[in-house]
């Protein structure tokens, strides 16, 4: 597509469920990453993947959290048990490999967990 | 010593204003810097690229020194839909991702 394509844009959920979150990225880039930001904060790094394989999942907060990626496309990232302090904007963004250039990020999926 | 560290912030500048925003960096060793900008509650979006011999996009102007780590970004005549939050993004410690710096917002009063 276009642009990089999240899924939802919102989400509520009951503490203690389970949810998915979903990125399509631009075609071509093989660069594929996490970032979430809570209200008012920065941007906290999650997890980047080149391919279908992701070299570092150093940002992710907790054993509950978990991504994929599949056909070197789209990613989802898995919350589960989901707790009050997961709120935040969870932010997908793609790239071309390398370091020279820029990201491109999606609008976002709005998690709240009440 | 946190990976990127911005101005604090808030700055509130009238229209037609100079403002320069500044940046530090914990990674002597990252190739690639840019600046990015992100309106309130939107995702954030590249501004423009940071190149070792400085470079200009109409009123924005980006600096690097690295021999003291150190952005900066100079918006020239400043207009009211500069108003947002502006992050300093840098090749991150490990080599594979970006690092964003918390942001400088920016409001241009008219």
Redesign the interface.
Known sequence: GAGVSQSPSNKVTEKGKDVELRCDPISGHTALYWYRQSLGQGLEFLIYFQGNSAPDKSGLPSDRFSAERTGGSVSTLTIQRTQQEDSAVYLCASSFPGQGYGYTFGSGTRLTVV | RKEVEQDPGPFNVPEGATVAFNCTYSNSAS??F?W?RQDCR?????LM?VYSSGNEDGRFTAQLNRASQYISLLIRDSKLSDSATY?C?V??N??????????TRLSVLP
């Open positions: 190739q690639s840019f990015y939107k995702e954030p979006k590249l690229s992050l993004v090749m991150g490990y080599g594979q991702n970006f690092v964003f710096g918390p942001g």
